[in-house]
């Protein structure tokens, strides 16, 4: 099949052609060879390009994996050039006869392969290097479509290739990841930045929690909707935690700033309970700055969690500062005897209860002397509840000198999940307690 790049590939691209309606110029990433779809290798060079593009403002709006099948790569590319102003490949640009990617590219660009002498001297001298001998696959390499423009690949043996008409931007380059970057990092993002292309993108985090994702974008439904148009909301979950992330493309990296500033305090305004950070933190970070700023210390008594609670604030790099000892009572003996919980309380109650969490705040405190203290209880699963405790059930306690509160959850039966969402829930519950101080 030919494509509708016959000729005018080394023609300049007026910037105009990119100026989408959105204002800004949009890119799909075709990643081909068989050991990506096998598994027996993984793509990195999708994540990568795509990161680097969004850099330049540029809309990554798809990326697929395809085999080493010269159909199917002329489909797929005949489709991306239709929608996007920029198609970046990767792969199937090496020395064996599964490498089809160059002889597709010709079939579907109407053109054939020449040598290219600076091409032949760089394979020479890399091999040479290596201490290995030009071979007639090495030397086949220094062949490229007539109509590209050869971008060198010092890196390795396999040059890249640039095509361009007034419609899209084609490049191709070598799936090997550094050679790949090599060629990007030297080549292709200049390239585009000398050409216009390039606009400003600028993203701020928020991070929320409380609220599942469905519940939180119906709470964000008008929020959403009076967002200018270039402006974007996306919701980036991740157990329990919610990274909101707003993102703003202008031609100007000033007014995109401004706009995002105000956005983000309309943000504030409409969830002002659920947001814990307005900058990419986790909450175990966010908690050891506001110990900090305060000069306060934490203390933990963990059951059901296990030292899940303080493994996340011991992974914040200072928490020395403020972090001052856990006990990992999951016996009811161990609640007895180190944190001093009543064993009438634990026979009244339960040893799942608000009383017997408020317990074993207060002792952990008493114990360590900490300026504030957690203490978790409950039933992780995927057994041990019952009908007016089920699997799932959780109290959290948090002791300062104002008093003790007491708070309830309930989750599912995944035990490790479970772990994880009373992890957080009592550090959110934590939080709250120490912004109030």
Known sequence: ??????????KKIPVQHFSKSCGYMKAEIISIGDEILTGQTTDTNSVWMATELNKLGIEVTGISAIPDDAARITKLLGNAVKRSGLVLITGGLGPTSDDITKDTLCRFFNTILVRNEEVLANISEILGRRGVSLNENNIAQASVPENCTVLMNRMGTA???????????????????YEMKYIMTEHVIPML???????????????????PEAHLAEKLSSFESELPAGVRLAYLPSSGVIKLRLTARYSD??????????QVERLKAVIPDLIYADSEVSLEEHIGK????????????????????????????????????????YSNELKENILGVNHDTIERY?????????????????LTGSSISIATTGIAGPDGGSENKPVGTLWVAVSSHLGTETRSFTYGTDRNLNIRRFSLAALNMLREQIISI
């Open 1 to 10: 099949m030919t494509g509708k790049f016959s000729s005018g590939f080394n």
């Open 159 to 177: 040059p890249g290739m640039w095509f361009e008409n007034d419609n899209a931007i084609v490049v191709s380059m070598a799936g090997v990841p």
């Open 193 to 211: 930045r000398n050409r216009g292309i390039a606009s400003e993108i600028i993203h701020r985090n928020i991070m929320t929690y409380g609220l």
């Open 253 to 262: 990296s000033s007014m995109a700033e401004q706009e995002l500033v105000r």
């Open 290 to 329: 506001e110990l900090k700023n305060r000069n306060m210390t934490v203390s933990t008594a963990e059951s059901c969690t296990g030292g899940s609670i303080s493994r996340m604030i011991v992974s914040v790099p200072g928490s020395s500062a403020y972090y001052k000892g856990s006990v990992i009572a």
């Open 350 to 366: 339960g040893a799942v209860s608000g009383e017997c969490a408020a317990e074993m705040a207060e002792g952990v405190m008493r």
